[in-house]
């Protein structure tokens, strides 16, 4: 089963503090994207990442894709309320149509 | 440039009801996505679509439940005898034909089913 772990599931911080959320598996994605998702809303999507061990930057946002494409990591520095939200990884296994949800890590950033 | 639309936003329908879902794609995607979610959970997948063919299914329950993707018209989720079980987000999503999965899919905001 190809599964996509996320951790933390909850996480409760202080406005203006850095957090890591981490997204795992035994598989091989062919690249991974990133959503964020408000109450009531669909997932919008944040970044695409290809390539193993790419970086990509969006503001305080760093994305990274490990070098065997199994795993990536969403860092935020210096947290906003605004960045309150439920953070998902998702892709599509290497040699497979099929795209995968992570298990979500909501983010509550507290003023 | 609008991106997927679905409606309704907000479905009630009473137990043994039927619901009917809608979505379009964004302009020049061919690829159509349903997904639900259930409170406090994460995306489910239902049903992959194509103009007018079902690609995979298998995450839609065999009873009840149906999709269509039409020639012409918004890819309709159509839930027959709704029950209450059947309460959740449903989210369409679609992507171009030339990309499929590889660069992520783009979500609508969802039709949020209540079943009384």
Redesign the interface.
């Known amino acids: 089963t190809q599964l996509l772990e996320q951790s933390p599931q909850f996480l409760s911080i202080q406005e203006g503090e850095n957090l890591t959320v981490y997204c795992n598996s035994s598989s091989v994605f062919?690249?991974l994207?990133w959503?964020r998702q408000e109450p009531?809303?669909?997932?919008?999507?944040l970044v695409?990442v290809?390539t193993g061990g790419e970086v990509k930057k969006l503001k305080r946002l760093t994305f990274q894709f490990g070098d065997a494409r199994k795993d990536s990591s969403l860092h935020i520095t210096a947290a906003q309320p605004g960045d309150t939200g439920l953070y998902?990884c998702?892709?599509?296994p290497a040699k497979s149509?099929?795209?995968i949800?992570?298990?979500?890590t909501r983010l509550k950033v507290l003023a | 440039n609008a991106g997927?639309m679905?409606n309704p936003r907000h479905l009630v329908r009473r137990r043994g009801q039927e619901a009917r879902l809608r979505c379009s794609p964004m302009k020049g995607h061919s690829h159509v996505?349903w997904?639900r979610q259930l409170p406090e959970?994460?995306?489910?997948?239902m049903v992959?679509l194509q103009k007018e063919n079902i690609?995979?299914e298998s995450g839609m329950p065999k009873e009840r439940f149906s999709a269509e993707f039409p020639k012409e018209g918004p890819s309709i989720l159509r839930i027959q005898q709704v029950v209450r079980g059947d309460s959740a987000a449903y989210?369409c999503?679609s992507s171009p034909p030339s990309q499929?999965?590889?660069?992520?899919?783009?979500?609508?905001?969802?039709t949020?089913l209540t079943v009384v």
């Not at chain 1, 009531?40 to 999507?45: A, I, R």
């Not at chain 1, 949800?101 to 979500?104: A, K, R």
């Open positions: 062919s690249s994207q959503y009531g809303e669909g997932p919008v999507l695409t290809v998902l998702a892709g599509p149509y099929k795209y949800f992570g298990t979500g | 997927v679905q996505y997904y959970e994460g995306l489910k997948f992959y690609i995979d989210f999503a499929g999965a590889r660069y992520g899919y783009t979500f609508g905001s969802g949020r």
